[in-house]
């Protein structure tokens, strides 16, 4: 497992990319965790300003990311595909169809509202 601490979305792609490389996780999930990873920054920077975490774990055969933001509110996952021409509104969409599992945790604590868990399987065709 690996949390990050950094200062700009741009800074936790590129940690994304070296530390998914070091794990040899393969070209293709590295560029679909670092979407997914993207999509969920940019959530936390329109929707709960402020402090957030990002964690990686990979067991060998499954890649999971968690990102908790200050927010308590739980956004809904949209099943239907979303408005492409839009210029909002297709991120969640993106990664619970990129990732075979996506879901949202409360917390309610005092720094974090809820947590964002996305994992995906890394197997040979990665």
Not at 61 to 87: C, K, M, T, Y
Not at 91 to 119: D, M, P, Q, T
């Amino acid at each position: 497992m690996r949390a990050v601490e950094e200062d700009t979305p741009q800074d936790v792609r590129h940690i994304a990319v070296r530390l998914l490389g070091s794990w040899k996780c393969g070209e293709r999930a590295t560029e679909e965790m670092t979407l997914v990873v993207s999509e969920l920054l940019t959530n936390v920077h329109r929707y709960a300003p402020g402090r957030c975490s990002v964690r990686f774990d990979f067991t060998g055969r499954v890649l999971r990311v968690a990102v908790a933001d200050s927010s308590p509110v739980l956004p809904d996952i949209p099943r239907e595909p979303p408005d492409f021409g839009a210029s909002r509104g297709r991120g969640l969409w993106i990664v619970s169809n990129v990732c075979e599992s996506f879901r949202y945790e409360a917390l309610g604590g005092a720094w974090w509202g809820k947590r964002a868990v996305a994992g995906m399987k890394v197997g040979r065709a990665y």
